[in-house]
């Protein structure tokens, strides 16, 4: 069984930061691209940053020059260093990986439980 496991997350002051971890688990045989998305309440799931098993990185508009996203892939872990928070990054923010499992030929997508992310004084 695989597993992505988020922590990190909590409450923060506006300009202050957080890293945000998911560590993947279980039977696998190669993990592609990690990504992190955020869903506030009332508002669409969105994108906030991915990045490649070869270290390419992407990012939301919203979140360029504050957020940084890496991953260590002997760990299978994709790591979110979120600085210069402010209110509106408030969020559940998920993990989300595309792998092989072991003993298979596809690539499956899997999903974090989320992790709870309040900017607020």
């Known amino acids: 069984q695989v597993q992505l496991v988020e922590s990190g997350g909590g409450l923060v002051q506006p300009g202050g930061s957080l890293r945000l971890s998911c560590a993947a688990s279980?039977?696998?045989?190669?993990?592609?691209?990690m990504s992190w998305y955020r869903q506030a309440p009332g508002k669409e799931r969105e994108l906030v940053a991915d990045i490649t098993s070869s270290g390419i990185t992407r990012y939301a508009d919203s979140v360029k020059a504050r957020f940084t996203i890496s991953r260590d892939n002997a760990k299978k872990t994709v790591y979110l260093q979120m600085n210069s928070l402010k209110p509106e990054d408030t969020a559940v923010y998920y993990c989300?990986?595309?792998?092989?499992?072991?003993?298979?030929?596809?690539?499956?997508?899997?999903w974090g439980q989320g992790t709870q992310v309040t900017v607020s004084s």
């Open positions: 279980g039977s696998i045989e190669s993990i592609g691209d």
């Open positions: 989300y990986a595309d792998l092989v499992r072991r003993g298979t030929y596809s690539i499956t997508a899997y």
